[in-house]
Nanobody
Framework: QVQLVESGGGLVQPGGSLRLSCATS????????ISWWRQAPGKERELVAS????????DYGVALKGRTTISRDNAEKTVYVQIDYLKPEDTAVYYC?????????WGQGTQVTVSS
């Protein structure tokens, strides 16, 4: 079955960086776009970044544009997102998602906490 597993979250100081990973299985990874989202307490889930199936097309959410780089390794079936210059307001649970046969599949999320 379709599975996505995020990792790489943790506690980081303001101004620091993190690289999150989304390992996938259960579908033909190289044929699908993958996106990263985040949800902070009391807020709606928002787009972090998305990447096309071949990695040629990327899109970034407004809040993180300029500080975020999304990439993918089709051989490893993994998508990465690097976030630099982290701010306390970036504290959230970060999720990856694939839309497979018109259904959205989400990972369990990885917590990112930005605090000194």
């Amino acid at each position: 079955q379709v599975q996505l597993v995020e990792s790489g979250g943790g506690l980081v100081q303001p101004g620091g960086s993190l690289r999150l990973s989304c390992a996938t299985s259960g579908f033909t990874f190289s044929s699908y776009s993958i996106s990263w989202w985040r949800q902070a307490p009391g807020k709606e889930r928002e787009l972090v970044a998305s990447i096309g199936s071949r990695g040629l097309i990327t899109d970034y959410g407004v809040a993180l544009k300029g500080r975020t780089t999304i990439s993918r390794d089709n051989a490893e079936k993994t998508v990465y997102v690097q976030i630099d210059y982290l701010k306390p307001e970036d504290t959230a649970v970060y999720y990856c998602k694939v839309r497979y046969y018109a259904k959205d599949y989400w990972g369990q999320g990885t917590q990112v906490t930005v605090s000194s």
